[in-house]
């Protein structure tokens, strides 16, 4: 994208607070809610509120008989021409919940990705901050049944839902019998009575730990020495209970764990001294961080390449808010975030550390509170809505400095934000695919940043073309770090030609035979292996020996996975889960072959070829609860486990000592994806999942099983030449104008019929050719026309980077929009904008 190219200013407008009086003294306020709106629905503010309504905090409006929790975003005397605007019914925060930094980021998103303010406030804010009608309402069992600290309002709605565990909005008004309800639900939520129903909740529970207590009786010094004093029998527990007494006096509290592990006694013990009534035990409710003390300690010097390229990002932030800091795999580019970081944190501002993926953040976050303690906060999608709003108030606030989070951790409401690091920047899952808003959080974070005046530092050792191109033009600062920290030289590449063993077998080789012994080698060298494969399941799909029939989802235009573990079908689009097939339905055969392979067969197979290894896998099957990634990784760094084979949660950024062969399994399925980015994609993969290999002053060897052997972009990776690659790239992106020499704008269509769809399309794509005919491709079917039952069809606008005609194409699209809703045969199909497509 371009950085700073705003084809709406309105987000650089502030916000007036309290504008003059007008109007016969009236004000008026534009609220977002979290509704796909066009635009934002305006109030009237009643006399007894004038006071209580501020930009920033929630209120409770009424719009079509249904309630909502809806942020204000200005206010104003200027009454609507076009209707009498209801009054607003409640003020919900006596301070505003986000401040002025973000609404000008919700604004800007919204223009900028062709969303709406409400789609975004539903994606930035939690799920306690966003009351409606449909919210439901869950009593929390771990309150107990002592509400002597509630009010009468309070008290009702705590009743019902002890009695019946679940409320919506509409039945607490009727046990209140009033209308404004939402003061009393938000006060039962701050005093964990309740919690908004999430998805999440079902999945992922509180952590809780065991804590020992002494008997209060025994506080008294008299009480305890004469227990101690008179004590006859039952050595152990004596020893248990001395062990309690010392730590109680060291670390303040006792959890069960850690006062069996330093007295070296077993649960029947401790059990003996709570059934005596002398310790009691007590399960709380623990934060996943550790409270740990506020304190910086860098243990480790710069090398004097670091410490080059740390000044020279110092030196582009002086006349460059964002600069790009292009590092090979190894070379401790993070080890130049943590020495930024404590720059930022020594002149008290805020850090926003952005990672892709979440399993990087399990890993990361303990390097990080090894050096800042209790300066470092975690944010992240698998956390529950109480662990959010616990950090989101505490960022709001300036208490907590810096967060380490996935995307959504960009929609915090930092207070003083002064350095954005992005690390692997060049990554995907940065963009946002579904629902709205799509937006690209590197992007959008560096509008973030400049709201604030903080500085950016972009971070990979594959950079985005996009990214690179922009240090080029001098829109970015660019700093290089080209040698591996300590004694580490780049791994070295080995391609294994698949195409021979392919002739004598007909299958494709999921280990060939070299690759067999340089992984025997491996593990009797005590080292570790990761094996990279970029599809999960057992096989991607079965096929009849006989007819060539595959199984089908009967909702998706796509085959089915065989998991066999769970001896399932299933369908990666949908999720529908089906039984397996062993009869064909086209010849009646029961003759199938499983054709390719996914993770789970790998793992079968490493398994059958290396009894004695310790394997595991890492993929969206294995790793789907809150802790199940840092549970894998930490297994894999202590060496308990000997091959590690994954899908591209194995290649983004993970550090891990022993690994000295990496294996790519099919870099052939790499290369032969249909999209423009290919190329690039394919070389990020191969070179990140490459750098995993001879960490740490280790020699690392990498191999590349594939058929296409002269495929130019394994020549690039074989080299670690990402400026020859770059060039390249750059060149076949001007010919075929691709990004970063335009901007493109993906139009989906769906609609549960074909032909509607089709026509809808064809529609929309005339009444853009006249102004766009240059700048289309399409519409047309993609390669999965069917999702869902939808069929889809698509048209792709390559715009040149000229503002005012992007603005004009963005206009064209909202009116397309507007005319399929009001034309009587395309009022249900869906039209999705995606900018900036990825």
Same mark, same amino acid.
């Not at 030609?497 to 060298?525: N, Y």
């Given at each position: 994208?371009?950085?700073?190219?705003?084809?709406?200013?309105?987000?650089?407008?502030?916000?007036?607070?309290?504008?003059?009086?007008?109007?016969?003294?009236?004000?008026?306020?534009?609220?977002?809610?979290?509704?796909?709106?066009?635009?934002?629905?305006?109030?009237?503010?009643?006399?007894?509120?004038?006071?209580?309504?501020?930009?920033?905090?929630?209120?409770?409006?009424? $719009?079509?008989?249904?309630?909502?929790?809806?942020?204000?975003?200005?206010?104003?005397?200027?009454?609507?021409?076009?209707?009498?605007?209801?009054?607003?019914?409640?003020?919900?925060?006596?301070?505003?919940?986000?401040?002025?930094?973000?609404?000008?980021?919700?604004?800007?998103?919204?223009?900028?990705?062709?969303?709406?303010?409400?789609?975004?406030?539903?994606?930035?804010?939690?799920?306690?901050?966003?009351?409606?009608? =449909?919210?439901?309402?869950?009593?929390?069992?771990?309150?107990?049944?002592?509400?002597?600290?509630?009010?009468?309002?309070?008290?009702?709605?705590?009743?019902?839902?002890?009695?019946?565990?679940?409320?919506?909005?509409? =039945?607490?008004?009727?046990?209140?019998?009033?209308?404004?309800?939402?003061?009393?639900?938000?006060?039962?939520?701050?005093?964990?009575?309740?919690?908004?129903?999430?998805?999440?909740?079902?999945?992922?529970?509180?952590?809780?730990?065991?804590?020992?207590?002494?008997?209060?009786?025994?506080?008294?010094?008299?009480?305890?020495?004469?227990?101690?004093?008179?004590?006859?029998?039952?050595?152990?527990?004596?020893?248990?209970?001395?062990?309690?007494?010392?730590?109680?006096?060291?670390?303040?509290?006792?959890?069960?764990?850690?006062?069996?592990?330093?007295?070296?006694?077993?649960? %029947?013990?401790?059990?003996?001294?709570?059934?005596?009534?002398?310790?009691?035990?007590?399960?709380?409710?623990?934060?996943?961080?550790?409270?740990?003390?506020?304190?910086?300690?860098?243990?480790?010097?710069?090398?004097?390449?670091?410490?080059?390229?740390?000044?020279?990002?110092?030196?582009?932030?002086?006349?460059? &808010?964002?600069?790009?800091?292009?590092?090979?795999?190894?070379?401790?580019?993070?080890?130049?975030?943590?020495?930024?970081?404590?720059?930022?944190?020594?002149?008290?501002?805020?850090?926003?550390?952005?990672?892709?993926?979440?399993?990087?953040?399990?890993?990361?976050?303990?390097?990080?509170?090894?050096?800042?303690?209790?300066?470092?906060?975690?944010?992240?999608?698998?956390?529950?809505?109480?662990?959010?709003?616990?950090?989101?108030?505490?960022?709001?606030?300036?208490?907590?400095?810096?967060?380490?989070?996935?995307?959504?951790?960009?929609?915090?409401?930092?207070?003083?934000?002064? $350095?954005?690091?992005?690390?692997?920047?060049?990554?995907?899952?940065?963009?946002?695919?579904?629902?709205?808003?799509?937006?690209?959080?590197?992007?959008?974070?560096?509008?973030?940043?400049?709201?604030?005046?903080?500085?950016?530092?972009?971070?990979?050792?594959?950079?985005?073309?996009?990214?690179?191109?922009?240090?080029?033009?001098?829109?970015?600062?660019?700093?290089?770090?080209? =040698?591996?920290?300590?004694?580490?030289?780049?791994?070295?590449?080995?391609?294994?030609?698949?195409?021979?063993?392919?002739?004598?077998?007909?299958?494709?080789?999921?280990?060939?035979?070299?690759?067999?012994? %340089?992984? =025997?080698?491996?593990?009797?060298?005590?080292?570790?292996?990761?094996?990279?494969?970029?599809?999960?399941?057992?096989?991607?799909?079965?096929?009849?020996?006989?007819?060539?029939?595959?199984?089908?989802?009967?909702?998706?235009?796509?085959?089915?996975?065989?998991?066999?573990?769970?001896?399932?079908?299933?369908?990666?689009?949908?999720?529908?889960?089906? &039984?397996?097939?062993?009869?064909?339905?086209?010849?009646?055969?029961?003759? *199938?072959?499983?054709?390719?392979?996914?993770?789970?067969?790998?793992?079968?197979?490493?398994?059958?070829?290396?009894?004695? @290894?310790?394997?595991?896998?890492?993929?969206?099957?294995?790793?789907?609860?809150?802790?199940?990634?840092?549970?894998?990784?930490?297994?894999?760094?202590?060496?308990?486990?000997?091959?590690?084979?994954?899908?591209?949660? !194995? !290649?983004?950024?993970?550090?891990?000592?022993?690994?000295?062969?990496?294996?790519?399994?099919?870099?052939?399925?790499?290369?032969?994806?249909?999209?423009?980015?290919?190329?690039?994609? @394919?070389?990020?993969?191969?070179?990140?999942?490459?750098?995993?290999?001879?960490?740490?002053?280790?020699?690392?060897?990498?191999?590349?099983?594939?058929?296409?052997?002269?495929?130019?972009?394994?020549?690039?990776?074989?080299?670690?030449?990402?400026?020859?690659?770059?060039?390249?790239?750059?060149?076949?992106?001007?010919? *075929?104008?691709? &990004?970063?020499?335009?901007?493109?704008?993906?139009?989906? $269509?769906?609609?549960?019929?074909?032909?509607?769809?089709?026509?809808?399309?064809?529609?929309?794509?005339?009444?853009?050719?006249?102004?766009?005919?240059?700048?289309?491709?399409?519409?047309?079917?993609? !390669?999965?026309?069917?999702?869902?039952?939808?069929?889809?069809?698509?048209?792709?606008?390559?715009?040149?980077?000229?503002?005012?005609?992007?603005?004009?194409?963005?206009?064209?699209?909202?009116?397309?929009?507007?005319?399929?809703?009001?034309?009587?045969?395309?009022?249900?199909?869906?039209?999705?904008?995606?900018?900036?497509?990825?």
């Amino acid at each position: 994208m371009d950085l700073f190219v705003d084809e709406n200013n309105s987000a650089d407008k502030p916000a007036e607070i309290f504008p003059p009086l007008g109007d016969g003294g009236l004000r008026y306020a534009e609220i977002i809610i979290p509704l796909a709106l066009p635009k934002n629905y305006t109030w009237s503010i009643p006399d007894r509120l004038l006071e209580q309504v501020r930009v920033g905090v929630r209120v409770e409006v009424e $719009l079509r008989k249904k309630r909502y929790a809806g942020v204000v975003k200005s206010i104003h005397n200027n009454k609507p021409a076009a209707f009498d605007p209801k009054f607003l019914l409640n003020v919900l925060d006596v301070e505003p919940i986000i401040h002025e930094q973000q609404l000008k980021l919700w604004d800007w998103i919204a223009n900028y990705y062709l969303c709406t303010e409400g789609e975004v406030m539903a994606a930035a804010l939690p799920a306690h901050f966003k009351l409606s009608s =449909e919210t439901i309402l869950l009593y929390n069992e771990e309150i107990g049944e002592d509400f002597s600290t509630l009010d009468h309002d309070e008290y009702l709605v705590a009743e019902a839902l002890l009695i019946r565990k679940e409320l919506k909005l509409p =039945e607490v008004q009727q046990i209140l019998d009033s209308s404004h309800i939402y003061t009393v639900v938000k006060r039962l939520i701050e005093k964990r009575v309740c919690f908004v129903w999430e998805s999440l909740k079902e999945t992922y529970s509180a952590k809780k730990e065991t804590f020992v207590l002494l008997n209060p009786q025994y506080d008294n010094e008299d009480q305890l020495s004469e227990l101690l004093n008179n004590w006859s029998r039952a050595p152990k527990q004596m020893e248990l209970l001395l062990s309690y007494l010392h730590l109680i006096k060291t670390e303040g509290e006792v959890s069960k764990t850690a006062l069996l592990k330093k007295s070296n006694a077993s649960d %029947a013990q401790l059990k003996g001294l709570v059934e005596k009534g002398i310790l009691f035990l007590e399960k709380r409710a623990v934060d996943r961080l550790l409270n740990l003390p506020r304190n910086i300690s860098i243990d480790f010097e710069l090398t004097a390449a670091q410490q080059k390229s740390l000044s020279e990002i110092r030196t582009s932030f002086e006349t460059k &808010p964002v600069c790009l800091l292009h590092g090979v795999t190894g070379s401790g580019k993070t080890q130049l975030y943590i020495k930024l970081i404590e720059e930022y944190i020594r002149k008290g501002k805020q850090v926003l550390y952005l990672l892709p993926e979440i399993a990087l953040t399990a890993q990361i976050i303990r390097r990080l509170q090894k050096h800042f303690g209790g300066y470092i906060g975690i944010y992240h999608s698998k956390f529950n809505q109480n662990e959010r709003i616990e950090i989101w108030n505490k960022i709001k606030s300036g208490e907590m400095k810096v967060v380490l989070g996935a995307r959504s951790s960009m929609f915090l409401p930092f207070a003083d934000l002064g $350095l954005i690091v992005c690390d692997e920047e060049h990554d995907s899952s940065y963009k946002q695919q579904q629902p709205a808003p799509r937006y690209n959080a590197r992007d959008a974070a560096a509008y973030y940043a400049s709201v604030f005046g903080a500085k950016m530092l972009l971070g990979s050792g594959t950079p985005s073309v996009e990214s690179y191109y922009n240090t080029h033009v001098g829109k970015y600062g660019l700093v290089e770090l080209m =040698e591996r920290f300590g004694e580490g030289a780049l791994p070295s590449i080995e391609l294994v030609d698949t195409k021979p063993l392919f002739k004598q077998t007909k299958e494709k080789v999921m280990i060939a035979p070299a690759l067999q012994e %340089a992984i =025997e080698k491996s593990l009797a060298q005590e080292k570790q292996v990761i094996l990279f494969q970029n599809r999960r399941g057992y096989t991607p799909h079965q096929v009849c020996k006989t007819c060539g029939w595959i199984p089908h989802c009967r909702y998706c235009d796509v085959s089915l996975t065989y998991h066999k573990f769970k001896h399932k079908l299933q369908c990666h689009y949908c999720g529908t889960v089906y &039984p397996t097939v062993s009869t064909c339905e086209a010849c009646g055969s029961h003759d *199938f072959m499983q054709h390719n392979f996914g993770t789970e067969k790998v793992e079968e197979q490493l398994q059958e070829l290396f009894p004695k @290894a310790k394997i595991a896998r890492m993929d969206y099957d294995t790793v789907s609860g809150k802790t199940a990634h840092d549970q894998l990784i930490q297994q894999f760094e202590q060496h308990r486990i000997d091959i590690l084979v994954g899908t591209q949660m !194995v !290649v983004k950024g993970l550090d891990f000592e022993k690994v000295n062969l990496v294996g790519i399994l099919d870099a052939d399925s790499l290369l032969s994806f249909a999209d423009f980015r290919v190329n690039e994609r @394919a070389f990020q993969l191969m070179e990140q999942v490459s750098g995993r290999a001879g960490r740490k002053d280790a020699d690392g060897h990498v191999m590349i099983q594939v058929a296409n052997t002269n495929h130019p972009v394994l020549q690039f990776v074989k080299a670690h030449d990402y400026k020859l690659f770059f060039s390249v790239e750059l060149q076949a992106r001007r010919q *075929f104008y691709y &990004p970063p020499f335009t901007r493109i704008i993906q139009l989906t $269509l769906k609609h549960k019929q074909k032909e509607t769809v089709e026509a809808a399309a064809q529609l929309v794509g005339e009444n853009m050719q006249p102004l766009f005919a240059n700048y289309m491709v399409g519409p047309a079917e993609p !390669v999965v026309n069917r999702v869902r039952n939808q069929y889809i069809m698509e048209l792709v606008l390559k715009l040149p980077k000229d503002a005012q005609l992007i603005h004009q194409c963005k206009e064209m699209i909202h009116a397309q929009t507007v005319l399929l809703h009001n034309h009587p045969n395309f009022k249900s199909v869906v039209l999705i904008a995606d900018v900036d497509k990825m």
